[in-house]
């Protein structure tokens, strides 16, 4: 308690909050970090499609005006979406893929996605262990310029059993109201349905 008395009160309200995020964001799964989702304003899209990947591991809902794209392969089944209407530095790229491959959520694939954004010239953001609906997760966020944009990239990977995982992925490009485009992203990404096979 010394050491809280020694503290200007600005840092102890930095302190605080910490402290009060880290205690209140474990009581739930549902979802990601508490933290992520402190969005000041709530997303409510209307007119929502639902959409089912094609090999029918995932569904997701998107905004039915959105451009959406499917693709699979042997390994893999994804969904693409972005709100086309609007420029691309006012929107985000969507992304989530059912991927048929073990992962392992450890230092080693962080090394691994360490070394891709040293290739692809991004400074790492943030990495965080999480529980996305009661399933293993990891957050892995970064930043960097494509296009001659300024580019941020958030990525959770998700495993969904020994030889399976599944990655959502969302590109912010520009430099304004990021966070609030990665919160209606993550908003969307949240009700992500994760079919048992």
Aim: glycine residues 2%; aromatic residues 12%.
């Amino acid at each position: 308690m010394i050491l809280l008395k020694k503290l200007p009160l600005n840092r102890f309200l930095i302190f605080l909050s910490i402290v009060l995020l880290t205690f209140f964001s474990c009581h739930k799964n549902s979802g990601f970090p508490k933290e992520l989702m402190s969005c000041e304003k709530k997303f409510l899209p209307m007119n929502l499609e639902h959409i089912t990947d094609f090999k029918n591991q995932f569904s997701i809902d998107i905004p039915k005006h959105w451009n959406t794209k499917m693709y699979y392969d042997n390994y893999q089944s994804e969904i693409f979406s972005a709100d086309t209407i609007k420029p691309i530095s006012e929107t985000f790229i969507l992304q989530v893929s059912h991927i048929q491959s073990a992962i392992q959520l450890n230092d080693t694939l962080i090394k691994s996605l360490d070394k891709q954004s040293i290739v692809l010239n991004r400074t790492k953001e943030l990495v965080k262990y999480h529980q996305f609906k009661d399933r293993e997760a990891l957050i892995y966020a970064s930043n960097g310029v494509k296009d001659n944009l300024p580019l941020y990239i958030f990525q959770d990977y998700i495993k969904i059993d020994h030889d399976r995982f599944l990655l959502m992925k969302v590109d912010i490009y520009g430099s304004e109201n990021i966070e609030e485009r990665l919160c209606e992203a993550l908003q969307l990404l949240e009700k992500v349905s994760i079919f048992e096979n």
